[in-house]
């Protein structure tokens, strides 16, 4: 029997305020992964039994002490990248109650206000590509699961 392809799903909160003019971001740190990048305002893995938005507010109460209403979120990205066993899932919200601040300072050095566009040059490339296809009306990308397949593909 062929084996089934299984991924990790991971979840994204991307908080803005003013208008979408402003993104709040926190800074990894001591993760073993990407530390001292600036990524969204909190992320984190889904847990078995947990929907993809219970998982998003669960890491924002978690990270940043905040609560978010489920129907406040807005499902904004998937992203399906190629040389990793994850699926990105992003959701936005620009509504939330309590004040933002550092949970885990194990795992995160800073977390601030930022214009959106003018972000620190030490954002995770992802997010500026979630940003980018946003602004763009995309969703859905698999940018580099296409490209490593194209090539995978030419070189059989």
Not at 17 to 43: F, H, P, V, W
Not at 133 to 154: A, P, R
Request: with cysteine.
């Amino acid at each position: 029997m062929k084996e089934r392809y299984q991924s990790k799903v991971a979840v994204f909160l991307m908080l803005t305020r003013n208008n979408n003019t402003e993104i709040l971001m926190q800074k990894r740190y001591n993760t073993g992964y990407m530390d001292n990048l600036y990524d969204m305002a909190c992320s984190g893995h889904l847990e078995h039994g947990e929907s993809l938005a219970h998982a998003t507010i669960r890491e924002a109460k978690e990270e940043i002490g905040i609560d978010v209403d489920e129907k406040n979120l807005k499902l904004v990205a998937l992203i399906h990248p190629y040389n990793d066993d994850y699926l990105n899932v992003f959701f936005a919200s620009n509504t939330y109650e309590g004040t933002p601040e550092i949970k885990e300072p194990n795992k995160c050095s800073d977390l601030r206000w930022f214009n959106i566009n003018e972000l620190p040059e030490n954002t995770m490339p992802r997010i500026k590509n979630v940003l980018k296809n946003m602004n763009m009306g995309i969703i859905y990308d698999d940018y580099e699961f296409s490209i490593q397949k194209s090539y995978l593909d030419k070189k059989h």
